[in-house]
């Protein structure tokens, strides 16, 4: 199974932060595939609360996300659209 990627800067007005990352952990959760976010080369667990959190990511900061597995397609799909909509 390929992995599927894309670049997407964080639009949420207080970024992934607290609520906004617990939600977007959560959505994660909610698919079968494999789900990472790059920044700067390092790698988060898009399924972890504490990465997401610790990661600190401000509005405006680009991110590389991907996914593998047999749902990517439609977990970026719905992962972008959450971190795009301000």
Known sequence: MRMLERKVKISIKEGLQSKPAAVFVE?????????????????????????????????????????????ADKALNSLEEFLSTP
């Not at 976010?37 to 988060?44: A, R």
């Not at 972890?48 to 749902?71: F, K, Q, R, W, Y």
């Open 27 to 71: 959505k994660a959760n909610t698919f079968n595939s494999h789900i990472t976010l790059i920044k700067n080369e390092k790698v988060i667990a898009a399924k972890s609360i504490m990465g997401v959190m610790a990661a600190a990511l401000a509005p405006g900061t680009e991110i590389i996300l991907t996914a593998e597995g047999n749902d």
